[in-house]
């Protein structure tokens, strides 16, 4: 079972940055797919971005621009920059990781609160 755990959530001001970090339990391989989403209140869980071990990178069309997702394969860590802010950037964030490319197995994290507001 793997575990992730997340950090960097808070709150945030409009038109400020933020960073988001999930760090996965060491597994003795890079992991295929690091990503997160997110979930505001009424909403269904929606893509913010993902990465591959390949470094591919898709990216939300809402947030596209705004924000960067990066890997550190040898921590088997991901982050997520956000910049210039917005309130609708409120919800909270879940880290998702596949491990294996061929097998539509994947983990999430339990969330960390995102909250832009002045």
């Known amino acids: 079972q793997m575990q992730l755990v997340e950090s960097g959530g808070g709150l945030g001001q409009p038109g400020g940055s933020l960073r988001l970090s999930c760090a996965a339990s060491?597994?003795?391989?890079?992991?295929?797919?690091m990503g997160w989403y997110r979930q505001a209140p009424g909403k269904q869980r929606e893509l913010v971005a993902a990465?591959?071990?390949?470094?591919?990178?898709n990216y939300a069309d809402s947030v596209k621009g705004r924000v960067t997702i990066s890997r550190d394969n040898a921590k088997n860590t991901v982050y997520l920059q956000m910049n210039s802010l917005k309130p609708e950037d409120t919800a909270v964030y879940y880290c998702?990781?596949?491990?294996?490319?061929?097998?539509?197995?994947?983990?999430w994290g339990q969330g960390t609160q995102v909250t832009v507001s002045s």
């Open positions: 060491e597994t003795g391989f890079t992991v295929y797919a």
């Open positions: 990465i591959q071990s390949g470094d591919g990178t």
């Open positions: 998702n990781v596949r491990p294996y490319r061929l097998i539509s197995l994947s983990y």
